[in-house]
């Protein structure tokens, strides 16, 4: 067994029948390893969510196989366990229970699973993992969106998935809300080593991930692999025209640079000319 966590194979799902029918997916062949963290990005009505829900057996495909976790999603036996166990969800919206607190809200998906001290345990944890410790009493309408989008993510972890899968999940939040659940959901794949699949149309939300695959008309359309922050900064600069005009100037002006940093620089420069022939955009 490889690390793999997600492959669709040529995965179509068609809506309707005849003159009305719509091909959300149109053979979408898209490979996930374990611990990744990954944007599938895209303009409405691509196919995002479809693609997502299929991943979560949510839906069932048309046509092709989704494996998670090395399961042929068709196959499964019990899908409801597949649910519960290997995968969590977040959504544009919340979704929580209202009359519930965050505590019990997070405890929903735990029932059955482990016994009530067990739960209220766990639940206090997830609370303190998304920043939340000593408000486990509060309703959901009395917590800010950002900190119900928070629970949201703790309710989702609950029974520890493999695979965690966000709809928009920033996508009711003012900016700053909105990246704080990025950042939250960044540090579980890092600390949990949770792999995570966040479906949006913001490019903002795509670049704070690993790797962003982009979607068109139900079909991948790009796979682009997220360099670290200062390599991507450097990429930028060496595309845009200021860029352009140094590096053109036949050889670099680095003079005002010492020479550990103009070495760094070089090392740089090497890999995007190596990585500009191999590397997708
Ligand atoms: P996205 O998430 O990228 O906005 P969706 O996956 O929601 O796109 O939708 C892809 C296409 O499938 C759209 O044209 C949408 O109208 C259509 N579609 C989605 N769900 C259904 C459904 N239940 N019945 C019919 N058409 C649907």
Known sequence: ????????????????????????????????????????????????????????????????????????????????????????????????????????NIEVPMQGQMSAGKRRERARMLLEMVGLGGRGGAL????????????AVARALANGPALLLADEPTGSLDTQSGEEVLALLADLNRTQNTTIVIVTHDRR?????QRIVGMSDGRIVSDHRLLDPLEEDLRTLADSRLGQAILGQNGLKLDYLRSDERQVLQQLLERFERSDTTAPH
């Open 140 to 151: 959901p309408n009395q917590l800010s969106g950002g900190q119900r989008q928070r629970v």
């Open 205 to 209: 939300v795509a670049q704070a991930t």
């Open 1 to 104: 067994m490889n690390d793999e966590l997600i492959r669709t194979v040529n995965l179509c799902k068609i809506y309707g029948a005849g003159e009305v029918s719509v091909h959300a997916l149109d053979g979408v062949n898209l490979t996930v390893p374990a611990g990744e963290l990954l944007a599938v990005m895209g303009p409405s009505g691509c196919g995002k969510s479809t693609l997502l829900n299929m991943l979560g057996a949510l839906d069932q495909p048309t046509s092709g196989e989704v494996w998670v976790a090395g399961e042929n999603l068709a196959r499964l036996r019990n899908v409801d366990a597949f649910r519960a166990k290997t995968v969590g969800f977040v959504f544009q919206l919340h979704n929580l229970l209202p009359t519930l607190s965050a505590q019990e």
